[in-house]
């Protein structure tokens, strides 16, 4: 069975990286595949990867990590991307879309600008 959870931004852009990186990899390591609202900062990201590495054994394999920006996609000028950036900021709002989830069970992640699509492997071993 594979199990999604939803991430609001509400709920997750007001923590730390510490506190983020923490919720992201406790459920992860549940076998969750977590569907993050917003997309996650370069730094948060790197961070992520970083910690990940360092809790890599026999149990863990790793996650699987995958942005999908719209104004990436969008062909506008600055004075549009300047006005966008501002309304977001002033409403909260974190557009995008960041999905993680474990390399065990991730088998890849395939994205082009308009969408992403998450291939997964099931274990056949039952846990005793």
């Known amino acids: 069975m594979i199990t999604l959870q939803y991430i ?3 709920e997750f852009g007001p ?3 510490a506190s983020k990186i923490r919720k992201i990899l406790r459920s992860v390591k549940e076998d969750k595949i977590l569907v993050i609202e917003g997309k996650m900062s370069p730094e948060d990201e790197a961070e992520l990867i970083t ?3 360092e809790q890599i ?16 996609k969008r062909n ?6 300047t006005k966008r950036a501002i309304a977001n900021y002033l409403l909260g ?5 960041t999905i993680i989830g474990p390399a065990s069970i991730v088998k890849e992640i395939k994205r082009d600008p308009n969408k ?3 291939l ?3 274990n056949n071993k039952r846990k005793k």
Do not use: W, Y
């Open 76 to 81: 506008q000028d600055f004075l549009d991307v």
């Open 120 to 122: 997964t492997k099931m």
């Open 8 to 10: 609001a931004h509400s």
């Open 51 to 53: 910690c990940t590495m």
């Open 57 to 72: 054994d026999k149990r863990f394999k790793g996650i699987e990590i995958a942005s999908l920006d719209p104004q990436k």
């Open 15 to 17: 923590l730390d990286t």
């Open 93 to 97: 709002k974190n557009e995008g879309l």
């Open 116 to 118: 992403i699509e998450l």
